[in-house]
């Protein structure tokens, strides 16, 4: 509340009835004064948290609920210094970055080309004569496009080029590059640049273009932890080219915080609003019921509301993991990188489709009002589907999963030792043996789903034989079975998401009724999900057409359980009415009063006769007569 | 082109950096500008087509790309005059309301009341004395909220409220109300009116809000064609209430058109996107292929091709059914009319949902640019998903669908005879015996959709029965067995969608080709809501799960033999640039040109430097020296 009281934090117009240039201008304000409290928070002993609040946390999508321009600057300038710059590098630099002297953001994306990075064209060609590299954009399509606070906000950017040196091409590097003058924030000389224009959401991101033609840099503007140029233009490689993963999958180990963090506040507004909301008669001459009551409404609400701590629960334990295993890489242990890898890419896609798919349910679920910018669902909306496609494209993330999987396939058929995340696939190979057994209970149904990624595996692994051996090419074989491929790296994503949140459910330490009522939401999210996929259950698993039967049922007994704590549970996420800042799920109920108040912040409702009547409408009419 | 090519028309900076104001000032001069043109041709004896194409089709939302406010006066004021007033009323206000002297908007839906017309609170007492009416909005959730044009725009509006006369309610029925004075626009006495604020999409409806406190209308306003009040407030019933269901049944229908319109936009840009974009290797060494050549891709891209047809096909079949119907109605024959009613409600549901997520996923198949304003697509989704709640809320209408199911399944069961739709019901009852056959082909993909449809309509009828015995009331019971019901519901409409295909592609009398490659799209849709529905196909239906694995096979064929058509097809859609509006999806395949073309449009990239750097920037990277 230190941030969410300040009235230089608050907007007299909400933003969303300002000009595209208005709101990037009062999105500069705003996250500079943010960022000077931050800073002065910092200096007197606060700890790092409020920047990682203030960066990707709730609070500061509640103060710049259309983005921040200074983002990258700390999530992944700052960080790409650290990570990738020599102690020199560090030196030079960081006290500046961290004292934002200068602002940076991080350039990678071109027009022509995103989750493929190898695909980059945008060269850095190393004159050893005059040790520097000379940056070029050599096509429209390698303009850099994208990238955060580039447009008008950023001065210097971490610019990631394919590095040309004594003829050679060595792949892509990162290079430091000014862009603006620090005193008079005019572009330098053969640096082209701009924003993209307005998007879906997060239109105060100032996202921006940018084009190089024969810029100049020194030498030790390329970050040279890892690989690095020498004096004369010798190449030196990175002694491992692994390391540079770490960066991708701590965002993506983050991307599943901040879903969870969305969603539930897309599931508290929707359900507050569903207890709130009468409509209709339930039966003949009674009072209108809350529309919670509605079964129909409670299978919109309640899945997701399972849903929200499936998201919670994986994300703790991929966080768990990912520094177990970075602290192994730390000692040389490179092992559990691959599965590591294989986990982030398949619960990055699961998780952020799973959560815009959800944000859009359960804002339909709101009817009419959810489509008003006040009730804030459509600004989650904006920003949860956007993770669909950046740091990689879900598809591409399934099928790099996929390809981990086939390869797991092969070494459980061949007896090898399998990393506990796969160890189910074991069992898959002596699945017929097993007598068939079903009761409606967790560990069925977490059974059935390994059943069933296990089966699209084996199945998929099949399927591509069949095709080579029928003289299709490898590539050709496995383009020809990615639709399936993409499905079971899914699959296997859904068996590690209700294990782990059955887990960690198991492992808490809470009263038995708040244990139960998790639990409840646990059962919940298995039998939606595979009621959802019944076929696949039917194909893949002991359970049989009577189980889906008997299923239904239960599906629709956990709903009834849930629905008289719904309320109690998303209270308990306790997300103050600042943060959720809509007119539909504030805590006290106030749905149509808020409406109210805010529609009467719209500029047109300041004034009783809009001028476009004299101007355009009086003559219009009059002209007809 | 006479209207995409007049400058008036067009936007000098693209609407979407416009402040909230600016965007509605500009479309009510574009609209003004609009309809004097229209005018003026229909003056000049060109046909009233012209004016549903403005309203309603492609070229209504490529000028007004964020709505018109003055379309519910075309829509909804002057239709409801006609449908609903005497020839005494259609004589007093249609030629004022035709010539535009006055502008109308339909209000009905409140704050607290959409779908649930009955709910509706605001109301309208009879003074026999003054012989007025008064009208009045009691609660705050009384007040009328969202009719299009009813914030600044209109001066009048149709006004639905309850009607009170000799201390006696009567339901809803119709009123004309003065709005604003005709001269100075000003608000009259007693209306509480002003707009109800930014949205997910359509900002330039200008969308209101109305409030009445003690607002006297002459008895004549109200529209009397069907129920009447006479001087002494006698209150006269409408001699049928079933006509009323019309209007609602005509927009519906017409609904269908605009989301085969909308999804062929969409569609358009997404697969000549495809075929431009190139990413990744898919063989080492290999040039880029266009994304297009991914299966995931086109497994994406493909579906949504085929529902175009699917949806453009089952509007014209159910225009048809309307008509006949209605020319029967006229004749005093009612039998048809519970079938088209129960039609209409799960196709719109079911029609308006796959578009926007076929728009959604066209969307992500577009990756990042998919993101951009500059791609259309987004505000294609902000129109689309609007339709799933207005016009009858999608769960709403599947469920009274249901109700007509069940009903008809009970005649069934009774060997009554079973109108033509739900004539599939009898085949169910002796399905059992009938030996198990299934070959992929259409005729056996039809049937296993009535199979499924008529199997999920016994289910529901048995669970509603046991539940009924276990004492539960019918109410009850219904609700407990909602969430099948609306899948039940859904069923049924993807059996009558395949079939009017099917039917429609055999009908036409086209070349050889095009027949062969409407078949493959109308069987990829067969096969594609199989599979996504596979676990009711098991259970339901002969297929079997050696059948699954088939079909897959089938689709994955269907996908490549579509693959080398799919530009031609969309080309075949005849959509101009000026009315895709998309950089992604012009004929000429520019994209990355456009893109460019449009980020420059943006205000911001009209100066070196903007003033925020001056204003807080600078201070803020000074401060911290």
Redo the contacts between chains.
Sequence with gaps: LYFLSDPELMDSI?Q???????K??QA??KA??L??KV?LLRDKGGDLEIFRQTLSGMLGSAILKDGNPLTLHYVMFLPTIVGQGTVEQQAEWMGRAW?????GTYAQ?E??????I??LETTAHYDSKAQEFVLNSPT??S?K??PGGL???ANYAIVVAQLHTKGVCHGIHPFIVQLRD?E????LSGIKI????????MNAT?NG?LGFDNVRIPREHMLMKNAQVLEDGTYVKSPSDKLTYGTMMFVRVILLHDMAGYLSKATTIAIRYSAVR??????PGEP?PQIM?????Q?KLFPNLATCFALRFNANWLWNMYNSVTAELEEGDLDRLPELHALSCCLKAVCTADAAHGV?ILR?AC??H?????SSL?SI?GLV??A???EG????ML?QTARYLVKAWQQAVGGMVLTPTVAYLKDALTQSNTPRHWENSLPCIIKAFQQVAAGKIK?CSENMDRRIQGGF?P?DAW??T???L?QCAEAHARAIIIDKFAESVAELTVSAVLKTVLTQLCELYGVYWL?Q???????YSHVS?RD??GL?QWM?QLLSQIRPNAVGIVDGFDICDEILSSALGSYDGRV??R??E????????KE??????Q???????K???
């Design positions: 909400p969303a009835y300002l000009s595209h240039k208005e990037y201008e500069v304000r500079c004064w960022f000077k800073t004292n934002c002297d200068i602002i994306t027009l022509g080309h995103g989750t493929f190898r695909g429209l399509t303009y496009w994208w447009g008008q906000t620090e008079t924030h005019k572009p701009g924003e993209i224009g307005t998007k879906l959401g100032n273009y009468r409509q209709s008669e339930m039966k209108e009551d509605y079964m129909t409404q299978y859009e339909l009817g009419g959810g489509y008003m910018t006040s459509p909306y589907t956007a669909s496609t950046y494209e879900n598809t591409v099928l199945m090419s590539e383009n020809m990615s639709i399936e993409a009621l996929r019944a076929g696949d259950f039917l194909m057409a889906i039967t239904q629709e149509y009063e409406l109210f805010e529609a009467a912040k719209s500029p047109l409702n009783p006769v809009n001028i476009s009547f101007k355009y409408l009086k003559p219009f009419l002209s007809n007569l």
